[in-house]
């Protein structure tokens, strides 16, 4: 209120404004300059905010991007490797065996002491062919690109059980479809760290996984019967932080990258991975999106 309109309110005759009168309203100006001077502030550091999280999920995405990259550039290399240690070093080995047979032919002059050299040096080639092989089908199993996912995952489960003493229950259809090879690798990815970890850290005597495919998306259910997660790095990645080693956080990545969902529950009884993907990016037509068939129930030990 200025101090105009305060005087023309109070000029009936024996009515003057009192001194708190006058003061507020002339503490009225200044409080309101200063309420003017926050609201600004306020805006000012809102839209500071705003950038600053715009400017967050930028680097987010730029991270998701580049991680997605050195997942790709790392499958690719796998695969070269695999493909090397077969052609090169599997080739010098089946070399190195048929000079061995060769020498043991019965009209070779060995005496017994060479005889037994040869023989030690066959049985170390049949090993390093099969650690070679082993090796070569790890980093990546030739099935994946030949036969598909649902091939790929009973080999490769086959060996596992094989290698590890834990019995693999699988649960996937017969005639589970073809689907995009980089959600193949990533769903075979997914189940080879999920049985490591098993192996690693679980102390379960059972592995059990399943595949299930429709129209818009395909899920991997990894599931075990051990001690569980600790709580607290299981709180770690329920709250989207930072997990110690790139096992669980490198299948996080990977799945969250390709706009796919990922869950873990886990309590002392066993742990439960499900991963699903969408498969709306196939072409259509294309039959490797069809829906999955009844499934085959298979336990290997």
Request: hydrophobic share 35%.
């Amino acid at each position: 209120m200025s101090m105009s309109n305060m005087l023309s309110r109070y000029r009936s005759p024996g009515k003057v404004p009192s001194a708190p009168e006058i003061g507020a309203a002339q503490a009225g100006q200044p409080r309101s300059a200063t309420n003017d001077a926050l609201e600004m502030r306020v805006k000012e550091r809102t839209a500071e905010l705003e950038t600053q999280i715009i400017e967050r999920h930028r680097a987010e995405e730029r991270l998701r991007e580049l991680t997605t990259r050195i997942l790709q550039l790392q499958d690719e290399e796998r695969r070269r490797i695999a493909r090397d240690l077969h052609d090169s070093a599997g080739q010098y080995l089946a070399a190195i065996q048929m000079n061995l047979v060769a020498l043991e032919q019965p009209t070779s002059t060995l005496t017994a002491w060479q005889a037994k050299r040869i023989s030690d040096c066959q049985e170390m080639v049949n090993r390093c062919t099969s650690e070679i092989r082993t090796l070569s089908y790890l980093l990546h199993p030739p099935l994946l690109d030949d036969m598909g996912l649902a091939s790929a995952i009973r080999s490769y489960a086959e060996g596992f059980a094989e290698r590890s003493s834990i019995r693999v229950e699988l649960d996937i259809p017969n005639d589970f479809g073809r689907l995009p090879i980089e959600i193949e690798t990533a769903l075979f990815r997914v189940v080879q760290q999920s049985l490591a970890n098993i192996h690693r850290h679980s102390g379960s005597c059972v592995a059990k996984i399943s595949l299930s495919q429709d129209a818009e998306q395909v899920t991997a259910v990894i599931a075990d019967e051990g001690c569980g997660i600790a709580p607290e790095i299981l709180k770690q990645f329920d709250t989207g932080g930072r997990l110690r080693g790139v096992g669980i956080a490198g299948m996080r990545e990977r799945i969250k990258a390709m706009k796919g969902r990922f869950d873990i529950r886990s309590d002392p009884e066993g742990t439960t991975i499900e991963v699903s993907l969408p498969v709306t990016q196939c072409a259509e037509g294309d039959e490797q999106a069809t829906p999955s068939a009844p499934a085959r129930h298979m336990i290997l030990s």
